[in-house]
């Protein structure tokens, strides 16, 4: 089994940063890709950004230039910093680790971009 503990978000101001953290633990392979997907109210779930076991990364266009996606093998964790802030970044994100073809989520943390 493999648990996901995302922390770091909160409320920013239009314009801010706010930076997501996703710890990993329990049976993980070295070789794994994990991204950050977010949901918004009313909106389907969408990826944000991923990150290969090699360090290959994608975005989804409303972010690229803004957020930055990286990960720390030795600590099972990937970041998701995130500048430029702006309200259509609000939603619940979640972090996502895929492992031989297995999916495991996180609990979501709340971002909330507002003045």
């Known amino acids: 089994q493999v648990q996901l503990v995302e922390s770091g978000g909160g409320l920013v101001q239009p314009g801010g940063s706010l930076r997501l953290s996703c710890a990993a633990s329990?049976?993980?392979?070295?070789?794994?890709?994990m991204g950050w997907y977010r949901q918004a109210p009313g909106k389907q779930r969408e990826l944000v950004a991923g990150?290969?076991?090699?360090?290959?990364?994608n975005y989804a266009d409303s972010v690229k230039g803004r957020f930055t996606i990286s990960r720390d093998n030795a600590k099972n964790t990937v970041y998701l910093q995130m500048n430029s802030l702006k309200p259509e970044d609000t939603a619940v994100y979640y972090c996502?680790?895929?492992?031989?073809?297995?999916?495991?989520w996180g609990q979501g943390t709340q971002v909330t971009v507002s003045s």
């Open positions: 990150i290969s076991g090699g360090g290959s990364t």
């Open positions: 996502k680790l895929t492992s031989l073809g297995v999916q495991y």
């Open positions: 329990g049976s993980i392979f070295r070789i794994y890709v």
